[in-house]
């Protein structure tokens, strides 16, 4: 869906559900699921839809991923760091994480 | 000259719509009169419990009144399931006060026994709890919670969904809903009931005043009086979670959906926009010493209601001695009495007079006795 | 990076939002001595229009076009102005004593401000078609922050629909980073321009005139156009292909991404919370805060600046937040020097003065704004359009109670996809407008918090005893 203009940034090393993804610095989570051309990053809780990046600026709320342990965070207000692990929200979160 | 209608329901809340439904099931024609869509409305902001526990200190019929509504409350949800397709998701697995201190425990049991060793009081089955037996029926409790007590007759329902339902239901049973319709005058004359609006003037063989803390200004019109003593409370709601919790505590709840309220304050102010961060944020505190794994849970919403009280807290049943055909039914347990109000106060009212066998303790008229002991 | 508890307690004048506005305001009240705080949610200023301005890897300047690098002023001079400028700052509540609560690297904070100026822009309008919550669509003006801020750039098959000026900027931005576009489906209604054309001399002596010529030519020149006035995003688990009709003539495009726009609408969710009045625009078709010609809002010392006040685009965003700010200035700090204001306001009008020509012709058409049957209405709690229209026509005459009884609304997003969409259809079924509607009554957090935020703010005895009984 997306590709990188050559002069992007340097790489930051991330996992997606346990898989290793190239993002860059300057990458919010959300687009770094994008770049890697990522289907859907969650599904919904009330009908297990799947869902994607919407609007990339905070205000759909389809980007909820589970950063570092902790769910329904905004992937597209989250800049990426080396080593942040991203795992895709299925359904409703869990309490606890 | 024949009235549009057999009765006026003043207000569109969960206890007017309770009381069409069942009035409508009684084969009248009935009018529901309510407000606009930014009326001061405690049906959108209550805590949707069917809630036993507690419920009947200082007037000991009231807890058998609760009782019975509670245990009338699933043959209500399967007959509005019937009726409309719409499941209200009522459960009844018992619910829990839950102490986060000695201090609070004790105080608790001490409600519970003073309760308990009123004249005529009906059994509770209320058991007051430690850590270790709250856990094994919570396990998710936090070490802060000393215990609670528990209550095998409390439950919740999807309150929301339930005021939706009973909304289609008077609709498929031909009820008329006219919303901003506030009711500014209401008369009596040529046998009627004549009900001034801001659209125009509705006319009706008898009326239903249901209209939570504005009855205690439409009850007089015709005769009846209501003393209120409106409050605000306050609920914090989170994201839609999946289940962890199997029993209703009175100020924190998982919703069918997989939200969790979290709530019960009070204030004292009647002013429904305003909210207290302080509040919520008590609220929250509490909520994640009590159930620490939701500390990370996002807060999606947080809102104020009036809470509908009456200046004793307990319900008003009452017709006008000075106007026939005018009713009070005026409490603020909409959620838990509703089936009561649907399934043994319409047909009253229908009928045309109260049951003084069964709700002669709520007459208003307890306020002046209690002037003049 | 300023951590939450960095923050003073109180601040003269609160801005929230560092778009075009947020920053000129911040520059102008920082530099006539006022004690400044701007908070933004991105990782770095700009707003959407200057989005990523100070860190874009987009060094080639003709592919964002000269208009956004505008932005690189406005941000230097902000930060140059010793505003204190928070990114990564979520403002979750506002209320009408001014108190403005902010969540920083997950820590909460309650700030007290003397004045306030919400410049929290515009989003996209909701663009409900069927199959737009499907994977494989997004909003152009998504696809637009991906090249800014990570120089992502489309590929593979991309339609994009809609309408309005940032639809074409974006297809001329994306074909000049060599970018592909399969198709634009054009959705402006052709009635539009009966309207239209009583505001085009005003329209061919602004600006956006010749901008707005040759962006349309550059496109047009490269991608083909077809007018749609009925589309569909159709896929199982992604989207596959897009469905659209112009009349009776239906057509099918594979596609792997569909990009839609229909205009942008202010932002109300916190003006709204805080207790804003706000009323219906008919001609921009959304609520729009009600304010003076200093941008004050209906609430004393709470002003609304840039897009947020009614659109009208970034220059004129900056424009609005030097006037709002001139005025928290006055309130605040008399003897202050301050700019020419009459200067100001005359720069604001020339750059409002196309806006009513590109409103009318832009508008959207019903038939996008006013959805149908199995339709998502509400995207989070997936409400239908037929659900809404059913509830409406069942005696339900406003957001609130269809809120109530649907949970349209309630979901995470808290409206801002679903708010516009809700009050049309009810307007629509009862035939009433939507400023006798009205809108959802927004309460905090406006953006979610955790319990373990709210829990960890100041408690007072009486807010405790609240409570604990």
Not at chain 2, 331 to 358: E, F, Q, W
Not at chain 3, 135 to 141: F, I, L
Not at chain 3, 403 to 420: D, E, N, S, V, Y
Request: with cysteine.
């Amino acid at each position: 869906m997306f590709k990188r203009l050559a002069d992007a940034g340097s790489a930051v090393a991330i996992t997606v559900d346990g898989k290793p993804v190239a993002a860059r610095a300057g990458d919010t989570v959300a687009a770094a699921l994008i770049a890697a051309g990522i289907d859907h990053c969650r599904t919904t809780p009330v009908t297990g839809a799947p869902r994607a990046p919407y609007c990339l600026m905070g205000v759909c709320f389809e980007c909820l991923v589970t950063v570092d342990g902790v769910g329904s965070r905004q992937g597209c207000l989250v800049p990426v760091r080396e080593g942040m692990k991203v795992e895709t929200q299925l359904g409703r979160r869990e309490a606890g994480r | 000259m024949v009235a549009e209608y057999d009765v006026a329901v003043v207000g569109g809340g969960l206890v007017g719509v309770a009381t069409a439904w069942g009035l409508a099931r009684e084969g009248c024609r009935v009018v529901v009169l309510d407000e606009g869509d930014r009326a001061v409305r405690a049906s959108r902001g209550n805590f949707a419990l069917v809630w036993v526990q507690s419920k009947g200190l200082g007037l000991a019929p009231y807890a058998g009144w609760t009782i019975r509504s509670s245990n009338a409350w699933g043959g209500f949800s399967d007959l509005l399931k019937q009726e409309t397709g719409l499941d209200v998701s009522f459960q009844r697995p018992g619910g829990f006060h839950l102490c986060l201190s000695e201090k609070e425990l004790e105080a608790r049991a001490n409600i519970l026994k003073r309760l308990h060793n009123q004249p005529g009081i009906v059994d509770y089955k209320t058991e007051i709890l430690d850590h270790d037996q709250v856990k094994k029926m919570l396990p998710d409790i936090g070490r802060e919670v000393v215990g609670g007590s528990f209550c095998p007759l409390d439950g919740h329902v999807n309150s929301l969904r339930l005021f939706r339902t009973l909304h289609t239901a008077i609709n498929a049973r031909g009820v008329t809903y006219l919303p901003s319709h506030r009711v500014d005058n209401i008369v009596k004359e040529g046998g009627e009931f004549r009900l001034t609006t801001e659209h125009g003037e509705i006319r009706a063989a008898k009326v239903a005043l249901a209209a939570g803390n504005a009855n205690m200004r439409l009850a007089p019109m015709v005769g009846l009086e209501a003393p209120m003593k409106p409050e605000r409370g306050q609920i914090v709601v989170t994201e839609r979670l999946r289940p962890f919790m199997n029993h209703p505590v009175v100020t924190l709840r998982q919703t069918d959906e997989g939200t969790v309220m979290i709530g019960d304050s009070k204030e004292e102010s009647v002013d429904p926009s305003g909210l207290t961060v302080g509040v919520s944020a008590t609220e929250a505190e509490r909520a994640v010493r009590q159930f620490p794994l939701l500390a990370n849970v996002n807060v999606v919403r947080t809102w104020s209601a009036i809470r509908v009280m009456t200046q004793d807290g307990f319900p008003i049943y009452d017709e006008s001695p000075t106007h026939p055909g005018a009713f009070t039914v005026c409490c603020h347990s909409g959620v838990t009495l509703a089936a009561n109000h649907a399934l043994i106060i319409a047909p009253m009212i229908a009928r045309g007079s109260l049951d003084k066998s069964l709700v002669a303790p709520f007459s208003a008229r307890r306020f002046h006795v209690q002037e003049a002991g | 990076m300023t951590a939450a508890s960095d923050l003073a307690s109180s601040y003269d004048l609160v801005i929230v939002g560092g778009g075009p506005a947020g920053l000129a305001a911040a520059a102008l009240a920082a530099r006539a001595g006022v004690s400044t705080v701007l908070f933004d949610e991105n990782p770095g200023v700009g707003g959407q229009i200057y989005r990523a301005i100070t860190s874009t890897p987009v060094k080639d300047r003709a592919i964002l076009g000269e208009d956004y690098w505008d932005g690189a002023a406005l941000a230097a001079d902000a930060k140059a102005s010793g505003a204190l400028i928070v990114n990564g700052a979520t403002v979750w509540s506002l209320d009408r004593e001014k108190i403005v609560g902010v969540s920083v690297g997950g820590k909460a904070r309650m700030i007290a401000a003397k004045r306030v100026i919400i410049a929290t822009g515009s989003q996209e309008r909701p663009f409900p078609i069927p199959g737009w919550t499907l994977p494989g669509v997004m909003t152009a003006g998504g696809a637009q922050t991906a090249l800014k801020a990570q120089g992502l750039v489309t590929q593979g098959r991309t339609v994009m629909a809609g309408s309005g000026p940032l639809l074409w900027l974006l297809a001329a931005q994306t074909l000049r980073a060599g970018g592909k576009i399969d198709a634009i489906l054009d959705t402006t209604p052709r009635r539009n321009w009966a309207m239209a054309m009583f505001h085009l001399p005003d329209f061919m002596l602004s600006p956006y005139f010749a901008k707005g010529l040759s962006l349309l030519r550059e496109v047009r020149a490269k991608v083909p156009v077809h007018r749609a006035d009925t589309i569909e995003a159709v896929g199982k688990d992604k989207l596959t292909e897009v469905v659209f009709a112009n009349g009776s003539v239906e057509r099918r495009l594979p596609a792997d991404l569909l990009l839609l726009h229909q205009g942008v609408v202010p932002n109300v969710n916190l003006a709204n919370a805080a207790g804003v009045a706000h009323t219906w625009n008919d001609r921009q078709l959304c609520f729009v805060p009600v304010l003076d010609a200093d941008f004050g809002s209906s609430v004393p010392g709470i002003a609304v600046a840039g897009d947020g006040a009614g659109i009208a685009g970034g220059t004129a965003a900056a424009e609005r937040g030097r006037i709002a700010a001139i005025a928290a200035v006055r309130a605040l700090r008399p003897e202050a020097t301050l700019p020419d204001t009459q200067a100001i306001r005359q720069k604001l009008q020339r750059e409002e003065m196309g806006r009513a020509f590109l409103d009318w012709l832009n508008r959207p058409a019903d038939a996008f704004r006013r959805p149908e049957g199995e339709t998502l209405a509400c995207r989070c709690e997936e409400v239908t359009a037929k659900q809404v229209r059913d509830t409406a026509r069942m005696g339900c005459e406003g957001p609130n109670q269809m809120k109530a009884f649907l949970r349209c609304g309630m979901g995470p997003c808290q409206g801002r996809l679903c708010g516009l969409t809700v009050t049309e259809l009810i307007a629509a079924e009862r035939g009433t407008s939507p400023e006798q509607v009205g809108y959802y009554r927004l309460r905090p957090p406006v953006k979610p918090i955790t319990l373990a935020e709210l829990a960890s703010l100041p408690i007072s005895e009486a807010e405790r005893k609240a409570v604990e009984r």
